[in-house]
């Protein structure tokens, strides 16, 4: 069982940045697809980004040209480097590993909480 931790999530003010990170508990990263997805109080889980196997990467309209994902493999570690935050990007952030090889299989991190706020 994969188990994904989070961690970097707390309270900044609009227009600050924030780094999230995810450490699975082994190295997935060449089987694995990986992303990002938030839910906001009120609203359905979305994705924010992704990234493949192969290092191809995917923004949701929202946040591209503010947020990176990426993945340091030395440090077994996927980041996501949130800058320019706005209001509207408060959320419980997940991380995400996604197989779909042979068959699907998903893992989810807990959750860790974002809070733009003035």
């Known amino acids: 069982q994969v188990r994904l931790v989070e961690s970097g999530g707390g309270l900044v003010q609009p227009g600050g940045s924030l780094r999230l990170s995810c450490a699975p508990s082994?190295?997935?990263?060449?089987?694995?697809?990986m992303g990002w997805y938030r839910q906001a109080p009120g609203k359905q889980r979305e994705l924010v980004a992704t990234?493949?196997?192969?290092?191809?990467?995917n923004y949701a309209d929202s946040v591209k040209g503010r947020f990176t994902i990426s993945i340091d493999n030395a440090k077994r570690t996927m980041y996501l480097q949130m800058n320019s935050l706005k209001l509207e990007d408060t959320a419980v952030y997940y991380c995400?590993?996604?197989?779909?090889?042979?068959?699907?299989?998903?893992?989810w991190g807990q959750g860790t909480q974002v809070t733009v706020s003035s």
């Open positions: 082994e190295n997935i990263f060449s089987t694995y697809a």
């Open positions: 995400n590993a996604h197989w779909s090889d042979w068959g699907t299989q998903d893992y």
């Open positions: 990234i493949t196997k192969r290092g191809k990467t």
